[in-house]
């Protein structure tokens, strides 16, 4: 008896180390910083940061959602043929929490498949909408994915933020190793905006630019022996998961609208949906 329990012990312990742990900053010995763009591929915000970054010859991390990649598939190859990371941010941005294991496969293996139809490869990285990683990361396990957060929030995306908040809020809280949280959004530029003045500040200032799996040490992509895997013909969602993702969108929705000071709770709506960062 003593004996089973302490197998039921020892393989819940196992189940438990062998989740893979959300990184959520570099371990770079450089004076380095990656920059992390969200919810693209567009092909209007992309293009012009696209510019910007290859003006200074900075390579960054796009999370891009899968439904956008087919239409922005132009936008998409180019940030990878400039030498980009591109990384899985979901299929179709849904707050992790709320979806069974088959949905959360489907999020995660359906964003790589069309990532894969466009760059050649699969990204082995990925960022789970709004940092809310709960549940995925049995599946991030199962698909050998590395979870990455963020922890230098810039809330460029907010009506509550301007350009000069977020470059004044970032001057102040960079350090070496951070990983920055910002966006390509179709409708806000602000992220050029801020950029076009903070880049020539972090060079000036010491910094260099990394990727994600540079900084972290971690694979970018699947390497082709794995890749050679057929890929798995994942279906569609049905029309009740279809369903079940707008009510998370709704609840979603109710949860970003809460009245918030920027900068006050950096990071994380993961921390309302009880969320543990490491
Ligand atoms: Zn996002």
Redesign the pocket.
């Known amino acids: 008896m003593k004996k089973s329990l302490l197998l039921l012990f020892l393989s819940l312990s196992l189940n438990v180390y062998s989740l893979p742990k959300i990184i959520n900053k570099g371990n770079s010995n450089e004076k380095s910083i990656a920059l992390t763009f969200?919810?693209g591929p567009n092909s209007s915000s992309m293009l012009s940061l696209l510019d910007l970054l290859k003006e200074y010859n900075i390579k960054a991390t796009f999370f891009v959602i899968g439904q956008e990649v087919e239409p922005h598939k132009k936008a998409l190859k180019r940030a990878f043929d400039e030498g980009h990371e591109i990384a899985n941010?979901s299929y179709t941005?849904p707050n992790f929490a709320k979806l069974d294991e088959k949905t959360l496969e489907f999020e995660l293996e359906g964003t790589n498949n069309a990532v894969f139809k466009v760059i050649g490869k699969k990204p082995k990285i990925y960022r789970a909408?709004y940092g809310v990683f709960t549940r995925s990361l049995k599946t991030a396990s199962t698909l050998n994915l590395t979870p990455v957060m963020w922890n230098l929030d810039t809330l460029d995306w907010s009506s509550k933020t301007t350009s000069q908040s977020v470059i004044q809020h970032i001057k102040e809280n960079v350090k070496k190793n951070d990983i920055i949280l910002m966006h390509t959004l179709a409708k806000s530029y602000k992220s050029y905006e801020v950029l076009k003045i903070l880049i020539p500040y972090l060079i000036k200032e010491g910094y260099t630019f990394k990727t994600v799996s540079q900084i972290t040490n971690k694979d970018a992509y699947y390497s082709n022996h794995e890749t050679e895997k057929p890929l798995k013909n994942l279906l569609e969602p049905s029309l009740e998961l279809n369903h079940k993702i707008n009510q998370n969108e709704k609840h979603l929705q109710e949860t970003i609208n809460i009245d918030f000071t920027p900068y006050d709770s950096i990071g994380s709506f993961s921390q309302l949906e009880g969320d543990i960062i490491i």
């Open positions: 969200d919810d941010h941005h909408p």
